[in-house]
């Protein structure tokens, strides 16, 4: 499932360019639960 909380759409707009932009992985990206629990969600 997709989260849609504030919190984890701003952290992939400030995040995805500068990590993943020239990243050869392609397809969906799911982040670690580490990333959650570190926003509160």
């Given amino acids: 499932s997709v989260s849609f909380q504030p919190k984890i759409i701003k952290y992939a707009l400030d995040n995805y360019c500068v990590n993943y932009y020239s990243s050869s ?17």
Avoid: F
């Fill in 25 to 41: 992985n392609s397809g969906s990206y799911l982040y670690p639960a580490s990333v959650y629990t570190k926003l509160g969600l």
